[in-house]
Protein backbone atom coordinates (compact mmCIF):
# COMPACT_ATOMS: atom_id res chain seq x y z
CA UNK A 1 0.00 0.00 0.00
CA UNK A 2 1.76 3.62 -0.99
CA UNK A 3 1.42 5.29 2.06
CA UNK A 4 3.02 9.11 2.07
CA UNK A 5 3.56 10.71 5.90
CA UNK A 6 4.49 14.42 6.28
CA UNK A 7 6.18 15.45 9.72
CA UNK A 8 7.92 18.75 10.73
CA UNK A 9 5.09 21.44 10.56
CA UNK A 10 3.93 23.58 13.21
CA UNK A 11 3.80 27.19 14.22
CA UNK A 12 6.88 29.18 13.23
CA UNK A 13 7.27 33.50 13.64
CA UNK A 14 7.67 35.26 10.43
CA UNK A 15 11.18 35.72 8.46
CA UNK A 16 11.92 32.18 10.32
CA UNK A 17 12.52 28.67 8.68
CA UNK A 18 11.02 25.33 8.62
CA UNK A 19 12.05 21.94 6.93
CA UNK A 20 9.31 19.51 6.12
CA UNK A 21 9.86 16.03 5.35
CA UNK A 22 7.74 13.23 4.09
CA UNK A 23 8.23 9.64 4.42
CA UNK A 24 7.36 7.40 1.37
CA UNK A 25 6.58 3.56 1.70
CA UNK A 26 4.59 0.85 0.06
CA UNK A 27 6.16 1.86 -3.78
CA UNK A 28 9.77 2.23 -5.18
CA UNK A 29 10.28 5.61 -3.86
CA UNK A 30 13.38 6.44 -6.61
CA UNK A 31 11.21 5.90 -9.62
CA UNK A 32 8.94 8.90 -9.11
CA UNK A 33 8.41 12.43 -8.73
CA UNK A 34 7.75 14.31 -6.24
CA UNK A 35 5.31 17.40 -5.41
CA UNK A 36 4.42 19.39 -2.96
CA UNK A 37 0.83 21.00 -3.00
CA UNK A 38 -0.49 23.44 -0.30
CA UNK A 39 -3.91 25.22 0.74
CA UNK A 40 -4.14 27.63 2.59
CA UNK A 41 -7.62 27.57 5.23
CA UNK A 42 -10.36 27.59 3.69
CA UNK A 43 -8.88 28.17 0.50
CA UNK A 44 -8.18 26.30 -2.82
CA UNK A 45 -4.98 23.85 -3.81
CA UNK A 46 -1.95 25.56 -4.94
CA UNK A 47 1.06 23.66 -6.34
CA UNK A 48 4.20 24.73 -4.27
CA UNK A 49 7.12 22.42 -6.14
CA UNK A 50 8.09 19.13 -7.68
CA UNK A 51 11.12 17.33 -8.19
CA UNK A 52 12.45 14.26 -10.26
CA UNK A 53 13.31 10.93 -9.58
CA UNK A 54 17.05 11.63 -9.71
CA UNK A 55 16.62 15.19 -8.20
CA UNK A 56 17.72 16.19 -11.75
CA UNK A 57 14.24 18.89 -12.50
CA UNK A 58 13.02 21.11 -9.86
CA UNK A 59 10.44 23.93 -10.56
CA UNK A 60 8.84 26.14 -7.89
CA UNK A 61 5.94 28.11 -7.94
CA UNK A 62 7.29 31.99 -8.24
CA UNK A 63 5.63 32.48 -4.73
CA UNK A 64 7.78 30.77 -3.13
CA UNK A 65 11.05 30.49 -5.35
CA UNK A 66 14.10 31.46 -3.51
CA UNK A 67 12.99 30.84 -0.53
CA UNK A 68 11.92 27.47 -0.47
CA UNK A 69 13.84 23.93 -1.41
CA UNK A 70 12.62 20.92 -2.33
CA UNK A 71 15.41 17.74 -2.08
CA UNK A 72 14.73 14.26 -1.84
CA UNK A 73 17.20 11.23 -0.64
CA UNK A 74 16.07 8.38 -2.43
CA UNK A 75 18.08 6.18 0.44
CA UNK A 76 16.08 7.05 2.89
CA UNK A 77 12.51 7.08 1.15
CA UNK A 78 12.63 10.70 1.86
CA UNK A 79 11.04 14.30 0.28
CA UNK A 80 11.97 17.35 2.01
CA UNK A 81 10.93 20.86 1.96
CA UNK A 82 13.04 23.55 3.24
CA UNK A 83 11.28 26.85 4.05
CA UNK A 84 13.18 30.22 4.92
CA UNK A 85 12.11 34.12 5.23
CA UNK A 86 8.16 32.82 6.34
CA UNK A 87 5.45 34.94 5.70
CA UNK A 88 1.69 34.90 7.09
CA UNK A 89 0.85 33.87 3.49
CA UNK A 90 2.70 30.28 3.40
CA UNK A 91 0.39 29.09 6.34
CA UNK A 92 -1.46 26.29 4.73
CA UNK A 93 -1.79 22.60 4.68
CA UNK A 94 1.33 20.94 3.20
CA UNK A 95 0.78 17.80 1.02
CA UNK A 96 3.35 15.82 -0.34
CA UNK A 97 2.03 14.10 -3.57
CA UNK A 98 3.56 11.23 -5.97
CA UNK A 99 3.72 12.57 -9.44
CA UNK A 100 1.65 10.32 -11.66
CA UNK A 101 -1.48 11.76 -13.47
CA UNK A 102 0.66 13.75 -12.46
CA UNK A 103 -0.69 13.69 -8.65
CA UNK A 104 -1.66 10.07 -7.96
CA UNK A 105 -1.10 9.69 -4.19
CA UNK A 106 -1.04 12.16 -1.60
CA UNK A 107 -0.49 12.08 2.35
CA UNK A 108 -2.45 13.93 4.68
CA UNK A 109 -1.01 16.84 5.02
CA UNK A 110 1.02 18.51 7.75
CA UNK A 111 -0.23 22.41 8.50
CA UNK A 112 2.38 25.12 9.21
CA UNK A 113 1.12 28.24 10.92
CA UNK A 114 3.42 31.59 10.00
CA UNK A 115 2.27 34.09 13.13
CA UNK A 116 4.33 36.10 15.68
CA UNK B 1 1.28 31.11 -16.59
CA UNK B 2 -1.91 29.30 -17.67
CA UNK B 3 -5.06 30.06 -15.66
CA UNK B 4 -7.61 27.63 -15.55
CA UNK B 5 -11.09 28.88 -15.11
CA UNK B 6 -13.38 26.48 -12.89
CA UNK B 7 -17.43 27.33 -13.19
CA UNK B 8 -19.80 27.54 -11.12
CA UNK B 9 -17.72 27.46 -8.00
CA UNK B 10 -20.89 25.82 -6.47
CA UNK B 11 -24.04 23.87 -7.43
CA UNK B 12 -26.42 22.10 -5.54
CA UNK B 13 -28.04 19.19 -7.38
CA UNK B 14 -30.53 16.39 -6.47
CA UNK B 15 -29.92 12.81 -6.27
CA UNK B 16 -29.74 10.97 -9.26
CA UNK B 17 -29.34 14.86 -11.28
CA UNK B 18 -26.63 14.56 -13.79
CA UNK B 19 -23.96 17.12 -13.04
CA UNK B 20 -21.16 18.56 -14.80
CA UNK B 21 -18.46 20.73 -14.17
CA UNK B 22 -16.28 22.75 -16.51
CA UNK B 23 -12.85 24.05 -16.42
CA UNK B 24 -11.22 26.06 -19.43
CA UNK B 25 -7.78 26.84 -20.52
CA UNK B 26 -6.50 29.94 -21.09
CA UNK B 27 -3.90 28.04 -23.67
CA UNK B 28 -3.32 24.61 -25.01
CA UNK B 29 -2.56 22.23 -22.73
CA UNK B 30 -3.46 19.22 -24.72
CA UNK B 31 -5.09 16.45 -22.68
CA UNK B 32 -2.97 17.07 -19.70
CA UNK B 33 -5.67 17.97 -17.08
CA UNK B 34 -6.92 16.44 -14.21
CA UNK B 35 -9.87 16.36 -11.81
CA UNK B 36 -9.61 15.86 -7.91
CA UNK B 37 -12.14 15.19 -5.28
CA UNK B 38 -11.76 16.68 -1.89
CA UNK B 39 -14.38 15.72 1.16
CA UNK B 40 -14.12 17.65 4.32
CA UNK B 41 -10.63 17.00 6.71
CA UNK B 42 -9.59 14.45 3.75
CA UNK B 43 -6.81 15.18 1.37
CA UNK B 44 -7.69 15.25 -2.63
CA UNK B 45 -8.36 11.79 -4.47
CA UNK B 46 -7.86 11.77 -8.34
CA UNK B 47 -10.39 11.04 -10.12
CA UNK B 48 -9.71 11.42 -13.75
CA UNK B 49 -6.21 12.05 -15.82
CA UNK B 50 -5.16 13.09 -19.21
CA UNK B 51 -8.74 14.75 -20.20
CA UNK B 52 -10.55 11.37 -20.46
CA UNK B 53 -9.31 8.62 -18.21
CA UNK B 54 -10.58 7.35 -15.14
CA UNK B 55 -8.49 7.16 -12.00
CA UNK B 56 -8.76 2.90 -10.76
CA UNK B 57 -11.10 2.38 -8.10
CA UNK B 58 -13.41 5.52 -9.22
CA UNK B 59 -16.98 4.93 -10.45
CA UNK B 60 -17.88 5.00 -13.66
CA UNK B 61 -20.52 7.10 -13.17
CA UNK B 62 -17.60 9.95 -13.28
CA UNK B 63 -16.51 10.64 -16.96
CA UNK B 64 -13.83 13.38 -18.36
CA UNK B 65 -14.44 15.09 -21.63
CA UNK B 66 -12.76 17.85 -23.96
CA UNK B 67 -14.11 20.15 -26.50
CA UNK B 68 -11.15 22.28 -27.66
CA UNK B 69 -9.86 24.88 -24.49
CA UNK B 70 -13.42 23.31 -22.31
CA UNK B 71 -12.85 20.41 -19.98
CA UNK B 72 -15.81 18.58 -18.48
CA UNK B 73 -16.08 16.34 -15.05
CA UNK B 74 -20.10 14.90 -15.73
CA UNK B 75 -21.84 12.64 -13.03
CA UNK B 76 -23.96 10.58 -14.66
CA UNK B 77 -26.36 10.03 -11.50
CA UNK B 78 -25.68 12.00 -8.31
CA UNK B 79 -24.91 9.98 -5.24
CA UNK B 80 -24.87 11.68 -1.57
CA UNK B 81 -21.51 10.47 -1.14
CA UNK B 82 -20.19 12.60 -4.36
CA UNK B 83 -20.70 15.87 -2.36
CA UNK B 84 -17.18 17.41 -2.48
CA UNK B 85 -15.43 20.12 -3.67
CA UNK B 86 -13.65 19.28 -6.77
CA UNK B 87 -10.51 20.67 -8.93
CA UNK B 88 -9.13 20.90 -12.16
CA UNK B 89 -5.58 20.98 -12.65
CA UNK B 90 -3.37 21.38 -15.98
CA UNK B 91 -0.26 19.66 -15.76
CA UNK B 92 1.14 20.62 -19.58
CA UNK B 93 3.39 23.45 -18.06
CA UNK B 94 4.96 24.52 -15.28
CA UNK B 95 3.88 26.10 -13.11
CA UNK B 96 1.10 23.63 -12.68
CA UNK B 97 -2.19 25.29 -11.71
CA UNK B 98 -5.49 24.41 -10.48
CA UNK B 99 -9.31 25.63 -11.10
CA UNK B 100 -10.45 27.33 -8.15
CA UNK B 101 -12.73 24.76 -7.20
CA UNK B 102 -16.36 23.77 -7.34
CA UNK B 103 -18.46 22.87 -4.07
CA UNK B 104 -21.15 20.44 -5.02
CA UNK B 105 -23.82 20.02 -2.63
CA UNK B 106 -26.98 17.83 -2.68
CA UNK B 107 -30.09 19.85 -2.80
Known amino acids: EVQLVESGGGLVQPGRSLKLSCLASGFTFSNYGMNWIRQAPGKGLEWVASISSSSSYIYYADTVKGRFTISRDNAKNTLYLQMTSLRSEDTALYYC?????????WGQGVMVTVSS | DIQMTQSPSSLSASLGDRVTITCRAS??????LSWFQQKPGKSPRLMIY???NLEDGVPSRFSGSRSGSDYSLTISSLESEDTAIYYCLQYDKYPRTFGGGTKLELK
Open chain 1, 97 to 105: ARHRSPFDY
Open chain 2, 27 to 32: QDIGNY
Open chain 2, 50 to 52: GAT
